[in-house]
């Protein structure tokens, strides 16, 4: 099946810093990408729909300038938490749509923020 | 009102029982549907798509009622492997169209 892969895993940082995640598909060409943030025990939260070459689409209540998103490609998508504080904390996950509809989701990159 | 709704379970089943799950949607203009699979603290997988006819994969089997708009997945002969939180997703549109969560169903299989 399709892979998408999330890079890094683990990340920890003061508070502060400003922390990228990757989302790459490896097999196939996504115009469109997915983030994602799910606290523990909670359902998945869709933060922003990245679309290659345009604008990212925020969800209500999710701060555009803290959450930088880019997708300059049709294979890589990256999410920036710019000054990242411990109540951003969390597991942030990435998905992309292949042209079946189906999404496929990278494994998700755990942050703590010191 | 949520656009895909799940009850949120929990479910709680003996092993080698049959469970089944219903995801409801709002929108009618939605075209495809899945489900997925998550385990804790890893990322959803695809379980099985939902084809207009039905289809089976095995133990499960999903289903789609667009005249009452929602879809169900049925689990039959649980294992404890099954214990899983599981997700509908709703696409509306094609490729660029808008894909939708339920918040996810908890299963939880015992021996």
């Known amino acids: 099946g399709a892979v998408v892969s999330q890079h890094p895993s683990r990340v920890i940082c003061k508070s502060g810093t400003s922390v990228k995640i990757e989302c790459r598909s490896l097999?196939?060409?996504?115009?469109?990408m997915f983030w994602y943030r799910q606290f523990p025990k909670q359902s998945l939260m869709l933060m922003a729909t990245?679309?290659?070459?345009?604008?990212?689409?925020?969800e209500q209540g999710v701060e555009k300038d803290k959450f930088l998103i880019n997708h300059a490609s049709l294979t890589l998508s990256t999410l920036t938490v710019t000054s990242a504080h411990p109540e951003d904390s969390s597991f942030y996950i990435c998905?992309?749509?292949?042209?079946?509809?189906?999404?496929?989701f990278g494994e998700g990159s755990r942050l703590t923020v010191l | 009102r949520k656009e895909v709704e799940q009850d949120p379970g929990p479910f709680n089943v003996p092993e080698g029982a049959t469970v089944a799950f219903n995801c409801t949607y709002s929108?009618?203009?939605?075209?495809?549907f899945f489900w997925y699979r998550q385990d804790c603290r890893k990322e959803p997988k695809l379980l099985m798509s939902?084809?207009?006819s039905g289809n089976e994969d095995g133990r499960f089997t999903a289903q789609l009622n667009r005249a009452s708009q929602y879809i169900s997945l049925l689990i039959r002969d649980s294992k404890l492997s099954d214990s899983a939180t599981y997700l509908c997703?709703?696409?509306?549109?094609?490729?660029?169209?808008?894909?939708?969560f339920g918040d996810g169903t908890t299963l939880t299989v015992k021996p």
């Open positions: 998905s992309a749509r292949a042209l079946t509809g189906e999404l496929f």
């Open positions: 097999d196939f060409q996504a115009t469109t």
């Open positions: 990245s679309n290659e070459g345009s604008k990212a689409t925020y």
């Open positions: 929108n009618s203009a939605s075209q495809s």
């Open positions: 939902v084809y207009s």
């Open positions: 997703v709703v696409n509306v549109g094609t490729n660029a169209g808008k894909s939708t």
